[in-house]
């Protein structure tokens, strides 16, 4: 999709901040997701080409279909079948999260990635706590 790095990074912001507002309602220490196991998976699956969670985001935003890019590959992108388990989740403990959310929606193929970052980048703005 050819994003911009502030845009790319806003994102990759965000969806930090709502794994940790469902972890932490969820009783997770927020310390633990700082950590290696929290952020440096993190960062590993949003900047590293090997991950194979970023590879499937990346082919779905250039316009593939996911059952195309599924077929394709001969390991397992977890992301795609947990997508909705975090989101019922996310229910479960009333928790609003609006990128995890959009990548879920655009998983289930009810949203596109084009819409979906249109659609974040004008969600207003909140303070920051």
Same mark, same amino acid.
């Given at each position: 999709m050819h @994003? $911009? /790095?502030n845009c790319m990074a806003a994102l990759v912001a965000q969806g930090c901040s709502e794994i940790r507002w @469902? +972890?932490?309602k969820m009783g997770a220490k927020p310390t633990t997701l700082s950590g290696l196991s929290g952020s440096g998976?993190?960062?590993l699956t949003c900047f590293v080409n090997l991950?194979? /969670?970023? /590879?499937?985001g990346l082919r779905l935003g250039s316009g593939e279909k996911l059952g195309e890019i599924l077929d394709s590959m001969n390991q397992v992108a977890e992301g795609v079948s947990t997508a $909705? +388990?975090?989101i019922a989740l996310a229910q479960k403990y009333n928790?609003?999260?609006?990128?995890l959310t959009a990548v879920a929606r655009i998983i289930d193929n009810e949203l596109t990635p084009k819409r979906a970052v249109m659609e974040l980048m004008n969600l207003p703005q909140? =303070? =920051?706590v």
């Open positions: @994003l $911009g /790095n @469902l +972890a932490t998976d993190i960062m991950s194979r /969670n970023r /590879n499937v $909705g +388990a975090v928790v609003k999260l609006p990128v909140v =303070e =920051e």
